[in-house]
């Protein structure tokens, strides 16, 4: 590893389906070009789809919503893959990379295990057959997986564990309805996440084995960087990582964020860089005790208000400053390995 190129404590947090916000990355967009390269060859690549992802986008009155997951999951990725990329460019080696759903897609895209055509050809097809799935959505609740327990069922599952009290719920939309009402009834705050799709139950599991196929066509290689995975808690293997069934599966199988986090802050990052909007994982890092100890720094590439141009760059540079504050308080070994 050359003395440019070296391991930095740096930890990057990418987010999943319900981070999307109306102009997120937009003012970045139109401020830097190196993330507008990035995100330009992403939307490349879906071919004329991609025009109309980034109109809509663009848009103040978009044709189809950002919501939809034929907009929610092209757009994070493409942000997510836009905000690594420019950080790696920096010359910066991450000591982990952490996904949180379709975030994970881009980690292991940036790890090398997919390549970036690849990618965007499994969440396309993989997009094609959600889209068919029953509607439904994400609820969002300030609870404990124990205290959720008795609202459950088979329609309405368990989604993702993000954080102590922070849960996610997923079902058809008329359960997931039900459920809601109940909960609010019993005085348990919950609120609806962005999602028109129960993503992380078994609502999508016919949809999403269809995506396997495609997957078994495609080279899948270990990662090339650090990838902490959401659904097993630890750190991805090459076993796993090269697993078709693996991905075919991951937008139906429950999202173990807080465990995953917890193996990546027993890494001691410096810092604890979400590259996506909003700040929901920088406020689940915040309240990690590796970051309220004082022994690692969470922050986000992009600000709380999306859209203005003056605050995506002024909270990038800011970004960009403490990796290169990490990156030089990161030990140098006595002899860096040839690559």
């Known amino acids: 590893m050359s003395e440019q190129r070296r391991a930095v404590r740096v930890a990057l947090l990418f987010p999943g389906q319900g981070a999307q916000r109306p102009g997120m990355a937009t003012g970045l967009y139109r401020g830097d070009s190196d993330f507008r390269r990035h995100v330009d060859e992403v939307f490349a690549l879906w071919g004329p789809e991609g025009d109309a992802i980034r109109a809509d986008w663009l848009a103040a009155d978009p044709v189809v919503p950002l919501d939809d997951l034929r907009r929610s999951q092209p757009l994070l990725f493409a942000v997510g893959w836009g905000l690594g990329r420019s950080v790696l460019d920096r010359g910066v080696v991450p ?39 029953p509607p439904g959505g994400m609820l969002a609740v300030a609870a404990t997986p124990e205290q959720v327990q008795p609202y459950l069922g088979k329609a309405v599952v368990l989604a993702a564990v993000n954080g102590p009290r922070q849960v996610l719920l997923a079902g058809p939309d008329e359960p997931l309805a039900r459920t809601t009402q109940r909960l609010r009834e019993a005085g348990v705050t919950c609120q609806s996440a962005r999602s028109t799709v129960a993503f992380h139950s078994p609502a999508v599991a016919a949809e999403a084995a269809r995506a396997e196929p ?31 069934q693996y991905w075919a599966r991951q937008p139906v199988a429950p999202v173990w964020f807080a465990a995953a986090l917890d193996a990546v802050c027993a890494t001691e990052p410096a810092v604890l860089l979400e590259a996506g909007a909003p700040h929901g994982l920088t406020a689940l890092a915040r309240r990690h005790p590796a970051v309220r100890r004082g022994g690692s720094t969470a922050l986000a590439a992009l600000p709380v ?16 400053s403490a990796v290169a504050t990490a990156a030089s308080r ?3 070994p006595a002899l860096e390995p040839r690559v």
Request: glycine fraction near 6%; include cysteine; charged fraction near 20%.
């Open 95 to 133: 000591t982990a990379l952490l996904g949180h759903s379709v975030g994970e897609v881009v980690a292991a895209t940036l790890a090398g295990v997919l390549s970036l055509p690849d990618a965007v050809r499994v969440l396309a097809d993989r997009i094609a057959h959600l889209a068919e799935a």
């Open 214 to 244: 495609l997957l078994r066509t495609m080279p899948l290689r270990p990662p090339r960087l650090p990838v902490y995975s959401c659904y097993t808690g630890v750190r991805m293997t090459p076993a796993v990582a090269t697993d078709p």
């Open 305 to 320: 208000r999306a859209g203005s141009r003056e605050d995506d760059l002024g909270a990038f540079a800011a970004a960009l």
């Open 330 to 332: 990161t030990p140098r």
